[in-house]
């Protein structure tokens, strides 16, 4: 499969490792189900339709506004 290969070569190329454990795969909506968990099976990388947080950070799957972020902001300058 063209994905797994890729991210094999990009842990050959650059030394590091993805750990599969705390991976997940975001999905098109367009994605039915059948798709998904093919996919999911095949590179062993769960699915998700949430992108959650990294490093504290709300990831969003469409494009963030100017005050999406702002409170980080605010913490900046609050101290």
């Given at each position: 499969m063209l994905?797994?290969?890729i991210m094999k070569l990009f842990c050959r190329t650059f030394g590091q490792k993805i750990?599969?454990?705390?991976s997940?795969?975001?999905f098109s909506k367009n994605v039915g189900v059948p798709q998904w968990n093919q996919l999911s099976a095949?590179?062993?990388i769960y699915g998700t339709k949430d992108l959650g947080n990294?490093?504290?950070i709300l990831i969003f799957r469409?494009?963030?506004s100017r005050g999406t972020y702002n409170f980080i902001m605010i913490k900046f300058t609050s101290d």
């Open positions: 994905i797994k290969n750990n599969l454990e705390k997940y795969m975001f095949e590179i062993g990294y490093l504290g469409n494009r963030a």
